[in-house]
């Protein structure tokens, strides 16, 4: 597998000097440079920027664990998540760039008040570095199973961090969604050919159908099915998780708010949808092919590494061991520069230094960008399952977008009273059909749950309480806002 090992290598280093490259980019320097791309992104850099940040491990690796046992409908994964992006696209996208904040927690306390805005950033920001440590621990996973004789999950791990690390420290925004250009190619080359290359190795689609296993459905049908497999009332609990959590996310945000203009962002979302509905399906054809020819996996997270390692050419191997590891570099890169801003922004000028200085606040969001790379590897070490513990921290996105979409567009309903109300019904009942009363679950899946208390919360608020929240301040300026404030 030396090949795959300096396919793997040139990919990496290809990443690092678009990151040292894109610093000339940066032409008024300081911190709207490195955190907002000077607001000069056009159209394609927010798509494939966004679409990085959806097709990461879960897209993959995680699909292919699921198609293991159900087939085909473990794909609609990542549809899920297109059809979030492409409401935001449609809906959201221009009026978000037409205001003016920065940061989806300075939406918050706008509108909300600052007790909410503290609130929100903490959930958001421990959910953004549950998010980075599950692509930390895809990335180890990926460089272990097929390149064992380089890597031992540790040394993984710690690679895979620091590449995430060096990308995002040295060229902020303008890094990541250049190096998301390489990636989603790399991203779509590698499984394509992986695909295509497996199908050839086993001798053909026919003998891989004709040694499938009679598997959940008791007669196979479940294996090409849209439905079967994973179920309706996943698969719905998955649209409407990741509807949810696309609307209020502050990956997207981060990128629509860095469009040259609301027309950018509008089109930026919307491509991105097109660019990451279709990975999920290809992704799943490994799990299919894993449990026809390796039945009996100790391990279903081996399904797709299995296959590589045994059917395809060690050049497809290594196109397709740095697609998947692009998903992660994708997805933990655009999220770690969007925790640097958080952590700016929301946390350490907002409460601890007014005054900072534009240099200051561009020292502070790389040291920020450091102290989360090391946070979440140590939360890396810890986490076991990737799919499940990202489903658990998406569920809580439900409450927010609930605010968020009548903010843009019914303001009216928006109540003082209802970013707390809806926040406690919803947090309330998170907890409890999650851990405590799992019998809350509708049809087992807490997203239901959580979603339908909260909109009752937000309409309860919308009828009785009077009292009007003041949205018109996402459209005033930061000096007419800390005027009337």
């Not at 280093?13 to 678009?18: A, C, I, R």
């Not at 809350?440 to 909109?455: D, E, K, P, R």
Request: with cysteine; charged share 10%.
């Amino acid at each position: 597998m030396v090949v795959a090992l300096v396919i793997v290598i040139i990919y990496m280093f290809s990443l690092l000097f678009v990151s040292w490259w894109s610093t000339r980019l940066q032409k008024k320097g300081g911190s709207n440079s490195f955190l907002f791309a000077d607001q000069q992104l056009n159209w394609f850099l927010i798509g494939v920027m966004i679409a990085g940040l959806a097709i990461g491990g879960a897209s993959t690796v995680g699909i292919a664990q699921k198609a293991y046992a159900s087939g085909m409908s473990a794909g609609w994964y990542d549809v899920a998540w297109a059809v979030g992006a492409l409401f935001t696209g449609l809906f959201l996208a221009e009026k978000i760039r037409k205001s003016t904040f920065k940061t989806i927690n300075e939406m918050w306390g706008r509108v909300f008040g600052e007790g909410f805005r503290t609130v929100s950033v903490v959930i958001q920001f421990v959910i953004l570095l549950v998010i980075v440590a599950l692509q930390i621990v895809a990335g180890g996973a990926i460089l272990t199973a097929l390149l064992p004789q380089y890597f031992t999950m540790q040394i993984a791990l710690i690679v895979s961090a620091v590449m995430f690390l060096l990308i995002a420290i040295v060229g902020g925004l303008w890094a990541a969604s250049l190096s998301n250009i390489i990636n989603m190619i790399v991203i779509y080359v590698g499984i394509i050919l992986g695909v295509v290359g497996a199908i050839k190795g086993f001798g053909g689609l026919a003998t891989i159908n004709a040694a499938l296993p009679a598997g959940i459905s008791g007669d196979g049908s479940h294996w090409y099915s849209l439905v079967k497999g994973m179920g309706m009332a996943v698969i719905l609990a998955w649209f409407i998780t990741m509807l949810l959590q696309g609307i209020p996310n502050a990956g997207i945000m981060q990128s629509v708010v860095a469009a040259k203009s609301p027309q950018e962002a509008r089109k930026g979302v919307i491509f991105a949808a097109i660019l990451m509905a279709p990975a999920g399906f290809i992704s799943a054809m490994f799990g299919i092919m894993a449990a026809s020819q390796f039945p009996g996996l100790a391990n279903s997270a081996l399904a797709l590494p299995s296959v590589v390692t045994a059917a395809v050419s060690p050049f497809i191997a290594g196109l397709l061991l740095s697609g998947l590891w692009a998903a992660d570099v994708s997805t933990a890169t655009g999220l770690m520069v969007t925790l640097g801003t958080m952590g700016t922004r929301d946390i350490i000028v907002k409460f601890f230094k007014k005054d900072m200085s534009d240099a200051g606040q561009l020292k502070t969001s790389r040291a920020m960008i450091l102290f989360c790379a090391v946070v979440a590897y140590i939360l890396a070490t810890q986490v076991s399952s990737v799919l499940g513990a990202l489903m658990v921290a998406l569920t809580m996105f439900a409450l927010y977008a609930i605010l968020m979409t009548a903010m843009f567009l019914w303001p009216k309903t928006v109540k003082k009273t209802s970013a707390w109300v809806t926040f406690l019904v919803g947090f309330v009942f998170f907890i409890l059909s999650q851990f405590l009363v799992k019998s809350l679950a509708i049809s087992g899946q807490s997203i239901y749950t959580v979603f339908i208390a909260s909109l009752v919360a937000f309409i309860l608020c919308a009828l009785f309480d009077k009292r009007q929240a003041p949205v018109e301040n996402l459209y005033k300026t930061p000096e007419e806002f800390s005027k009337e404030a």
